[in-house]
Nanobody, 114 residues
Framework: VQLQASGGGLVQAGGSLRLSCVAS????????MGWYRQAPGKERELVAD???????NYADSMKGRFTISGDNSKNTVYLQMNSLKREDTAVYYC?????????WGKGTLVTVSS
């Protein structure tokens, strides 16, 4: 399984970005896809994830500003990020879990400037 994330970039504080992650390869319908992030000098942390049935889960600090969604027909998960803050600056990684296996994408950098 390969995961290709896109949509990162430079944005001013208060702005928005939408990340996308497309899964390809040996895709299995029953899965969980999600977004994690890792800021410089910090551990990787969960942002949000979504099951193939549409059940979502958010880290408490992301609730209200970030929205995860998925399109099973496109094997794609999205992360809409609004009201971005400088502390949201990080590399955002896409993750997929299926059949007991976990796959990671290479990450996309989000930089929020003041």
């Amino acid at each position: 399984v390969q995961l290709q994330a896109s949509g990162g970039g430079l944005v001013q504080a208060g702005g928005s970005l939408r990340l996308s992650c497309v899964a390809s390869g040996s895709i299995f319908g029953i899965n969980i896809m999600g977004w994690y992030r890792q800021a410089p000098g910090k551990e990787r942390e969960l942002v949000a994830d979504i099951t193939w049935t549409g059940i979502t889960n958010y880290a408490d600090s992301m609730k209200g500003r970030f929205t995860i969604s998925g399109d099973n027909s496109k094997n794609t998960v999205y992360l809409q990020m609004n009201s971005l803050k400088r502390e949201d600056t990080a590399v955002y990684y896409c993750k997929r879990t299926q059949r007991g296996m976990t796959y990671w994408g290479k990450g996309t950098l989000v930089t929020v400037s003041s």
